[in-house]
């Protein structure tokens, strides 16, 4: 470090000289230019903008020179070394981030490799399908109702006007329990829930009843021993067949797509007057004229079989309690893995019951 | 029921240019649903013609079959009036007999499914055959394979066209009748709704004069009034046993899917399929003594016309003479009166029959009859003396002989109860406008008649009386049935209803779906197996014999006599599938299911309580307690690669601590902290098997499987297994979880490694950590577990990592130190740990 300057003439000390600053000044920028990486640019930094670098020496040199003169040397190197930190900084900028680009490429990895560590799980469709069912009339301000599937027959049959000498008894072909005189059964239908809620409850009734139920079916690719079905039932003051009908044809809307509507034929059922089967405009050929006629799915018909519906017997609302002056009802069932094969073009009901995985897990946890 | 079309529009006046499938349409619309329109071989296109059989040669072929060479006069339909040489393998005719003959150039419909086959002349069994003599089968108009068809001697000449003698321009509608509408089980009952839907006229087969009742028939006698109400009997004598059926009333009988038998056997089920009615011929010369009707005594046998011996119940309504009985009344004949070609005295009878009766003996013999389909069903009991009569005119007419004068009518039918309908009830239920004027005019076209009551508004109420055909008509809701249905179910509008404000899903209905979900986010697949298992499913699980999952609710009917319980636990089902899984080639597989399962509730039987109005509390209690108890279980299979090896690195098979881990995370997402405690149970193995609590309560088990169990199912040994009750689980569910606090000052660690006894478990070890180690402690966790020569034969090291952190401020190490310190004291204390 220089002492006081007192024995120069202010004039003639030469570091500080108009030409030789700018002298320094360039020589700076074009080291710091010059730089290629971090490691360079230090090396520049610390040659040319370090405490021994030839502005810092320059600049220390400005308390030796007159007061008059000091203003415009202080300016001047004062001005080339911002100039030099700013060329510094900037390079530092660009160096740094290819520096950081390099390295982000050498990370490449090969994003196509397997990533399956672990298997993904589901539920299974019919678990799902009875949710998105269940949630379509809660949304409607619908009540869910279970109960048990080993059932007393009076429930599955009697309260639902279905007296042991019915000839319908044997449409239904039930499993009963040993002793047959326990008089219980594998429910035949999830009709005897609808009886229970009726003996639980006062009307007004809206719920829906989904569940497994079980006839003594041969098992193949349309029948099974155990099958799940939904129902509904409503009763309220002024129902009608009307309102029984605008709620499949929501029903059928929401689940085979908009103008998927339902038509009613006469049938029967001994816990509904008037009965009616359902029928769903068929979803593929849509009744159209020149697709129905090639439609394979609804054979030409236009129609698909989906459910039986009807206004609740009175004499059920009878058997459960109900003043069947005051109200009436309605009451409809559908399959719901028949509905699911609608829906999901599933082909053979075994595929639902054998539990292979390469079925089930494509159907996610949620519709 | 099959309709030949023809036959309907016998007596419905149909429009001339109506089609088939128009009326079809139109009456599935009214509630007979069309199961089929056939046209009965229209697929047989070319030379069909009438053949007389000249001769027929019995040849022995040296495959062991005799055929038959035969030559067919075919009139001109061959081209040459030569008769026609032709091989025929049946036997079932002689010469003289007109039958069917496709000739040369005709085509048939091929055996089911395959393409139709073109008939030629061929060179078979050493003869040149120029066509083929037709059996009903061949021709896809029955299934009548037995022989070929003989035609009656009337049916034609030779070379006559053979399709109209057979009906093949026919079209026949085959409905599927609901159990309500037995009126249409006849071609009565489908001609008049065929009339109605078309306004045509309508003509009643059954308006027919008959002969007043008199005392010269045959005596009979009914004990049982309410059993058989009326019972009409009919003699016809000098009948000729071997006339021909004609051809047009056989080929009816055939179109609606019976088979020509005899003269006698016919005419009975043509005049069945005509009115409704069933009716039974009797071989008069076997009758002996009066006919009585009653209820059998017990012990009493009968061989029916099928061959069957049966043991009478004491409910079985019967008709005897004075042999004993001759007849299971309305269901089947027996065999001891039953007309044979020899018979000549046929004694009719027409009778109405109690539809519950004819139901419990139809059940109890296991017998299915188009009588007793009809009879259990309901019948007009008014028309009983139109189709004796019936019978009668048409066995003389083609069988010869006479109606004797006698004509026995014992008892008077039920007239149908009255029913007060209010007029706009169709309306309110229908839910659109029905004026009274279209109730009425729908009521009188199903035959009803209608009062007005003299009293009330004029036509506020209304006074229906069914018509005697319609026994199902027996409450208001049924005529709104017959009203709307009429007016058409096309016409409902649609319109939603709109319900009180709903309450969502129930508490229970939203934790199933967390619970699956939780499961799936697990890695777990769900599946649906059927419930019903074996005693050897139980000891291929290896329980014991005394084990509470083998007293079952058993089934008096199951599909497989192998399978008759219905399951107490869900291990079987999922087991049973993971096996196909792994059995198809998947590596691995983590199956779950939920379902109930079902423990007998040994409370006696379930009562059966009438329908008229509702048990009473008690009464439904009582109901309740008899139906077994069925909780709902959630069980897991795991078994071969949990975690598959790949580039990463080396996979995993699931083990015994995937299937408790799985019980755990479920226990944590339902805001419960599950304890596991080893334990011994079947199926598992016995060293690796947890049952797990909550609240030192226990709801089920967690490890890997037996060997045996495993080996017994075709699954690896390892493979993993749980299963737990839901109820238990989701009754103790947290529903909110509080709001949990934390601090937020720094966390100081201390990991500590014991040394312990085997024996000593890692929760026990665990649980004295967290006594010792004070409030500060924040969470404990094994992280390793060492057994070798530094910690010496029958001891292991754990090693825990200890966290601790303090509200308020940041813990000295003197702090921290003090605190493990403790901890490790607590654990020397309670287990004998020692610290490395």
């Known amino acids: 470090m220089s002492g006081p300057n007192s024995e120069y003439d202010p004039v003639e000390v030469t570091p500080l000289q108009a030409e030789q600053v700018a002298a320094m000044r360039e020589e700076a920028l074009a080291a710091i230019a010059a730089a290629q990486d971090l490691d360079q640019l230090k090396r520049a930094r610390l040659e040319h903008a370090g405490d021994r670098s030839p502005l810092a020496l320059a600049n220390r040199e400005i308390g030796a020179l007159p007061p008059q003169a000091r203003k415009e040397a202080g300016q001047r190197v004062g001005q080339a070394r911002g100039a030099v930190n700013a060329a510094l900084a900037e390079r530092t900028a660009v160096l740094e981030a290819e520096a950081e680009e390099g390295m982000l490429v050498e990370e490449t990895v090969d994003v196509t490799l397997p990533t399956g560590r672990r298997g993904r799980g589901s539920r299974h469709p019919i678990t799902l399908m009875s949710d998105y069912i269940a949630d379509l009339f809660v949304a409607m301000g619908w009540e869910v109702a279970e109960g048990p599937v080993l059932e007393a027959e009076w429930l599955n049959f009697d309260a639902l006007n279905l007296g042991p000498d019915h000839p319908a008894r044997t449409m239904q072909d039930t499993f009963w329990t040993e002793p047959a005189d326990d008089h219980l059964v594998l429910r035949t239908h999830t009709s005897p829930v609808q009886a229970r809620t009726m003996l639980e409850r006062t009307p007004p009734i809206y719920v829906i009843c989904p569940g497994r139920v079980f006839r003594t079916d041969e098992y193949d690719a349309t029948h099974s021993p155990m099958f799940h079905q939904v129902e509904g039932l409503v009763i309220d003051e002024g129902i009608t067949m009307a309102h029984l009908k605008g709620t499949l044809d929501h029903f059928a809307e929401q689940m085979f797509g908009t103008g998927i509507t339902t038509r009613f034929r006469p049938s029967y059922f001994p816990f509904t007057e008037p009965s009616a089967e359902v029928d769903l405009v068929c979803f593929v050929c849509r009744g159209e004229a020149g697709a129905v006629e090639e439609c394979r799915t609804c054979k030409g018909e236009g129609w698909i079989e989906w459910g039986g519906c009807g206004v609740v017997n009175p004499r059920v609302l009878a058997a459960c309690g109900i003043d069947s002056e005051r109200y009436r009802g309605f009451a409809f069932g559908m399959g719901i893995d028949r509905s699911l094969m609608f829906r999901t073009g599933a082909e053979d009901l075994r595929a639902l019951f054998e539990g292979d995985v390469r079925f089930s897990s494509g159907f996610g946890t949620e519709w | ?836």
């Open chain 2, 1 to 836: 029921m099959r309709t030949p079309v023809s036959w309907i529009r016998e007596y419905a006046d149909l429009p001339a240019d109506l089609s088939s499938d128009d009326l079809a349409r139109r009456l599935t619309a009214l509630g007979l649903k069309l199961e089929a329109l056939e046209r009965p071989g229209a697929e047989v296109r070319g030379p069909l013609v009438v053949g007389r059989v000249l001769t027929m040669e019995p040849e022995k072929q040296k495959n062991g079959k005799t055929i038959n060479w035969c030559t067919v006069d075919v009139g001109d339909a061959n081209g040459t009036g030569e008769p026609q040489g032709i091989v025929c393998g049946a036997h079932n005719f002689a010469p003289g007999d007109l039958v069917v003959v496709v000739l040369p150039g005709g085509v048939l419909p091929g055996p089911h499914g395959s393409d139709a086959v073109e008939i030629s002349a061929r060179k078979t069994y050493g003869h040149v055959s120029a066509g083929m003599i037709c059996s009903a089968h061949e021709l896809r108009i029955g299934e009548d394979q037995s022989g070929i068809i003989v035609l009656p001697p009337d049916a034609g000449r030779p070379g006559d066209d053979a399709r109209p003698v057979l009906g093949l321009e026919e079209e026949v509608i085959e409905f599927e009748i609901n159990p309500d509408r037995s009126y249409a089980l006849s071609l009565r009952g489908v001609a008049r709704e065929a009339a109605m839907a078309f306004d045509a006229t309508y003509t009643d087969p059954c308006l027919r004069d008959v002969p007043p009742a008199n005392d010269e028939g045959y005596p009979v006698r009914v004990e049982d009034p309410v059993g058989c109400p009326v019972f009409v009997a009919r003699t016809v004598t000098g009948f000729d046993p071997s006339a021909p059926t004609p051809e047009w009333l056989a080929r009816r009988v055939r179109l609606a899917g019976m088979r020509p038998i005899s003269l006698a056997v016919d005419v009975t089920n043509y005049v069945m399929l005509e009115t409704g009615r069933p009716i039974h011929g009797y071989d008069g010369d076997k009758l002996q003594g009066s006919i009585v009707v009653r209820r059998a005594t017990a012990g009493e046998r009968l061989t029916t016309l099928d061959g069957t011996d049966r043991a009478l119940s004491p409910e079985d309504l019967v008709v005897c003479d004075d042999s004993g009985v001759i007849g299971l009344g309305g269901v089947m004949g027996g065999e001891t009166t039953e007309m044979s070609d020899a018979t000549s005295t046929v004694v009719i009878e027409a009778a109405h029959w109690d539809p519950v009766a004819m139901f419990r003996t139809g059940k109890r013999h296991r017998l299915t009859s188009e009588a007793g389909k009809r009879n259990e069903r309901g019948v007009d009991p008014t028309i009983c003396e139109v189709a004796a009569e019936r019978v009668a005119e048409l066995l003389t007419t083609y069988g010869g002989g006479s109606v004797s004068p006698g004509v026995t009518v014992v008892g008077t039918p039920p007239a149908p109860e009255p029913i007060r309908i209010s007029a706009r009830l169709p309306e309110q239920v229908a839910g659109f406008p029905i004026p009274t004027a279209d109730t009425e005019r729908c009521l009188r076209a199903v035959g009803a008649t209608i009062q007005r009551d003299a009293d009330g508004d004029p036509g506020d109420s209304l006074t229906v009386t069914p018509p005697p055909w319609r026994p199902d008509l027996t409450d208001p809701y049924d005529l709104v049935e017959e009203v709307v249905r009429i007016v058409g179910y096309d016409k409902v509008p649609s319109l939603v209803p709109l319900p009180p404000v709903g309450r969502g899903l129930t508490r229970e209905q939203r934790l199933r779906r967390r619970i699956g979900r939780t499961l799936a986010s697990l890695g777990c697949v769900e599946v649906v197996s059927f419930p019903f298992v074996g005693e050897d499913t139980f000891d291929a699980l290896g329980l014991p014999d005394d084990d509470v999952l083998r007293h079952t609710v058993r089934l008096s009917n199951p599909l497989s006599a192998e399978r008759p319980l219905y399951t107490t636990t869900l291990i079987p089902g999922i087991l049973d599938a993971a096996a196909r899984n792994l059995g198809r080639g998947a590596p691995g597989v983590s199956l779950f299911e939920t379902g109930t399962v079902a423990f007998p509730a040994d409370r006696g039987p379930a009562p059966v309580y009438g329908v008229d109005w509702r048990p009473t509390e008690a009464e439904l209690e009582k109901l309740f307690e008899a139906i077994p108890v069925q909780p709902l279980y959630l069980a897991a299979v795991l078994s071969g690669e949990r975690e598959p090896a790949g580039w990463w690195g080396g996979g995993r098979a699931a083990d015994w601590s995937d299937a408790i881990d799985l019980v755990r995370q479920l226990g944590r997402e339902l805001g419960l902290e599950v304890e596991v405690r080893q334990a011994s149970r079947m199926p598992w193995h016995p060293s690796r098997c947890a049952e797990v609590l909550v609240d030192g309560e226990e709801f089920g088990h967690a490890g890997e499987l037996h060997p045996r169990v495993c080996q017994a199912y075709g699954v690896p040994r390892g493979t993993a297994a749980l299963e737990v009750d839901l109820d238990f689980l989701m009754n103790r569910a947290v529903d909110v979880p509080r709001a949990p606090t934390y601090s937020h000052q720094p966390l100081a660690k201390e990991d500590v490694a014991l040394v312990v006894e085997d024996g000593v478990t890692a929760a026990d070890v665990e649980e004295a950590l967290r006594s010792g180690a004070g409030e500060l402690l924040e969470s404990v966790r094994l992280f390793d577990v060492y057994t070798g020569p530094q910690v010496g034969d029958g001891k292991k090291s754990l090693a825990f990592a200890l966290r601790f952190r303090a509200p308020d401020r940041t813990l000295t190490e003197a702090e921290t130190g003090a605190a493990g310190g403790a901890a490790v004291a607590a654990a020397a204390a309670a287990v004998g740990a020692v610290q490395r």
